[in-house]
């Protein structure tokens, strides 16, 4: 099997004034897409996606993810189709629920995260495709809105989410899947049928791109990525494979917090199972098994050191990707 579309992630606690040259290299390194992200409270998506595609020539750039509950769908529409217009073919812009604790820090908290979602990916997405929207729903409400300059080629808008129902929204309502750090194979697989179940209720037919995160670490200790995966099991969330669900438990509460035990303490094969990690032969791999379990790209997210990421990738590119 080929590998799927490779990309790399502009970490959102990295300077954004280091975003073009960045970009620069992840373009002349040979990968596919970079990703930018709106973390809160870090740098704008919007402005960060323009940054990039100007200091590039071809490299797509995707947005991952605007939170829809900070964003009017109408001003986000024509944001985007600036993007769109500016940059044909290259942007690929995400929307998703947002961290809950900033959604309520801004004042943007709903009942129904799940409304804001879907209404805000469908009126959108309806707008970028030159329809005029009324709507009047539980979050988005719209009244004869038409885009002056919609694009010609409208970007895929991709949902980035988690959870069972959230995938369903995603299948039915956007052209495209983002899936978060730490997706191992068998929830990848269990995602798409979440997903193709939203679409089967929708009657969509057509392409339906799945995006997936990955920790990186181009080195057999693994350290960084062990530290990524060690703070991320020990949040409230579950693993994304149920069978690792019952050790990782055990592991977590044996390390009673000290992140840097659990780290050492995770298995090998766990560690394979949840990022892209070692030499040429087990990265290639680990990619290899993403694409076969449904990812349609997968995005490298590098370590938080500035030189280790800018190492990492170099030696990934030229290992994966022939540069």
Known sequence: MDNPPIGVMFRCDSPPENLPAYAQLA???????????????????????AVAAASTESLKIGIGI???AFRNPALAAMELSNLSRLFPGRILPGFGHGVPAWVRQVGAHHPSPLSVLEETIAAVRA????????THGRH???DGVTL??????????SAGVRNEKSLRLAGRVADGTILAEGAAPAYIAWARERIDEGRAEAGRTDPHRVTVYAHLDFDDAARSARAELAAQFSAPVQPSDPADAEILAKLVADARGDLEALATALPDEIVD???VVGDAGTCGAAVSRLAAAGADAVVFVPPRDADLSVAHLTLAAEALLGG
């Open 148 to 157: 002056a300059f919609p694009p010609a080629e409208p970007p895929l808008l």
């Open 273 to 275: 199972r949840y990022a």
């Open 66 to 68: 605007l939170p829809a």
């Open 127 to 134: 707008l970028l495709h030159g329809e005029t929207v009324t």
């Open 140 to 142: 988005v409400d719209l």
């Open 27 to 49: 373009e002349r390194l040979g990968y596919d897409e970079l990703w930018v992200v709106e973390d809160c409270f870090f740098t704008g998506a919007v402005s960060a996606a």
